[in-house]
């Protein structure tokens, strides 16, 4: 499954820079210059992880970093060239993961990424296949299986069924579902998550009224009950 990284930042050569290091390895790359853009983007995307600068045109990676809180666990790396020691505090005590002091080497940049990328989702960013009962749902090419039949689901029930793969055994509640899947901002209902949950039980499951795998956590959300 290819990981998807928002950058932030109005210096936009050295985006351009990182953005092509990213897709060399095969990471998904946006780019925002912004606040206002960052926040446009995040209210219909998600993403694996935040590269963000501190001094934006607009606002402060602060600010932003304390509104995406309050929505979201997504990974955040602080990329700046602030480098003091209150800088770097006020940015971990915010919720970000990480500080990267600008100047930074590619490698270097690379390296933190990669290593918060493990520490968050378990695996790093190669493909991964995941079975579990008759079902088998490749990451990276969006292949689904059942009973070795091929199974149609819309991008968003592939993304879903994605993140409850990558959470397994895990009780997650719907806020955290939406913004994982739909994006941090997005204005989705909880009923529209219910409505996804539903269709991917009608093609997995055998029995959709009594799901094995796909299940319902009362007053939290929904957890993936899988061997994986």
């Not at 509640?173 to 909880?190: D, I, R, T």
């Not at 009224?209 to 939290?220: G, N, Q, S």
Request: hydrophobic share 40%.
């Amino acid at each position: 499954m290819k990981r998807e990284i928002l950058i932030i930042d109005d210096d936009t050569d050295l985006a351009m820079i990182m953005t092509d290091m990213l897709e060399d390895r095969g990471y998904g790359v946006t780019h925002a210059e912004n606040s206002e853009q960052a926040f446009a983007l995040l209210e219909n995307n998600s993403y694996h992880l935040i590269l963000l600068d501190i001094n934006l045109p607009d606002s402060t990676g602060f600010e932003l970093c304390r509104e995406l809180r309050r929505v979201s666990t997504v990974p955040v790396i602080f990329a700046s060239a602030r480098t003091s020691e209150t800088d770097r505090i006020t940015g971990l005590d915010l919720g970000g993961d990480d500080y990267l002091p600008k100047p930074f080497s590619m490698n270097e940049m690379l390296a933190h990424i990669n290593a918060l990328i493990r520490r968050t989702y378990g695996f790093g960013d190669e493909d991964k296949t995941v079975c579990f009962g008759d079902i088998s749902v490749d990451l990276g090419s969006r292949n689904v299986t059942k009973g070795g039949r091929k199974v149609d689901l819309s991008m968003r029930e592939f993304d879903l069924l994605a993140y409850l793969c990558e959470h397994p055994n895990t009780a997650l509640s719907k806020e955290k579902l939406l913004s994982g899947v739909w994006g941090a901002f997005s204005a989705v209902e909880p009923t529209t998550l219910a409505v996804h949950i539903r269709w991917l039980r009608e093609k997995l499951e055998d029995d959709p009224a009594a799901p094995e795998f796909i299940k319902t956590v009362y007053k939290v959300g929904y957890i993936l009950e899988a061997d994986i």
